[in-house]
């Protein structure tokens, strides 16, 4: 008997020695995933993010396409996007998600280095090395520094500060190079007209104003935001009409500005902007008939004119508009 139990007391300690062994030559950060069991909500946030990283490229492209975004090219911007369906007014922009290539790319990579951290980025499906912080561009700081003293005693508005990494300013996005991409501002209840530098920042891609105590008249310079696809100013207190300039916002997706106070006939110049695909022009002042000039925008999904002093019949160029689907 004395031999098979020193047999398998031999055996033990080897496989303990292995284990040992093993042990000690793991990485530091490695022995850091031993942790206590996460939230239920950290857990559920982790799973989607593991999910929407395993997405190959084309389907990210057709989600972008479906959301209405467009992924950044290397030049910083975006480029126009043909989208093929709506989105809830409700609901927040999708960020656009890294390529499978980019992401394949890093894991391989990673694969090869010995960098605790570059295998853990491999393994969460992350770039590495990390981009150093984004601040926002010096050309349009002063812009920026200007909306804030306008805006500050409706809102706090501490966190955009120069000093400060884009990505802590409140309700702002950035491209890659600091210019302004997206200005989230709805219900913060601000008040006084649209000042009219917001027209400076020429590379923003949506402006949101929906819910606030927003008057006075549109300003001319908004129409040189050409980059702009989304512009949300419903629910406010604007009056007068549309800009005749805003024919030169020709990469415009989404127009809102229904339930203000904004007058006169049907904006002719919306008739200009056939990249439309949403307009909503309701609960409003406005008067005459409806042109026969919207037959123009081809790719229009929505047009929302009701509660307003429109007379007549509508024209008969509604219907060769194909992609109308709700009026």
């Not at 391989?108 to 570059?118: E, H, N, Y």
């Not at 210019?179 to 649209?194: H, K, P, Y």
């Amino acid at each position: 008997m004395a031999g098979p139990r020193r047999a398998a007391f031999s055996e033990m300690a080897a496989c303990a020695l292995l284990l040992l062994t093993t042990s000690a030559a793991l990485p530091r950060a490695a022995v850091a995933f031993h942790r206590a069991p996460e939230p239920r909500d950290a857990v559920d946030a982790r799973h989607d993010f593991d999910f929407r990283s395993s997405i190959s490229a084309s389907d990210q492209q057709q989600q972008q396409a479906n959301s209405g975004f467009a992924s950044p090219t290397d030049n910083g911007f975006a480029t126009p996007l043909s989208i093929e369906s709506t989105y809830s007014e409700s609901s927040p922009y999708s960020v656009p998600s890294a390529s499978s290539a980019s992401v394949s790319s890093a894991s391989s990579a990673a694969s090869g280095s010995r960098d605790p951290a570059a295998l853990i980025a491999a393994s969460a499906g992350l770039a590495y090395p990390m981009r150093a912080p984004i601040y926002v561009a010096k050309s349009q700081l002063p812009v920026m520094m200007s909306l804030k003293a306008t805006w500050s005693k409706y809102t706090d508005l501490s966190s955009w500060d120069g000093a400060k990494p884009c990505a802590q300013w409140f309700r702002i996005k950035c491209w890659t190079d600091g210019t302004i991409r997206r200005m989230e501002m709805s219900g913060l209840g601000l008040g006084g007209g649209l000042p009219s530098n917001i027209g400076d920042l020429t590379t923003l891609q949506e402006l949101l104003f929906t819910r606030n105590w927003l008057t006075h008249a549109l300003p001319d310079s908004l129409s040189k935001l050409v980059r702009l696809q989304n512009f949300h100013l419903n629910i406010n207190y604007f009056t007068g009409g549309i800009p005749s300039t805003f024919s030169r916002l020709t990469n415009l997706y989404r127009l809102f500005v229904s339930s203000n106070q904004l007058s006169g006939t049907f904006p002719s110049v919306i008739c200009t902007i056939t990249s439309l695909r949403e307009l909503r022009i309701s609960e409003n002042r406005f008067e005459g008939t409806i042109p026969a000039c919207v037959g123009r925008l081809k790719l229009l999904y929505y047009m929302y004119v009701d509660t307003n002093q429109f007379t007549g019949r509508l024209p008969n160029s509604i219907g060769s508009m194909a992609n109308l689907q709700n009026l």
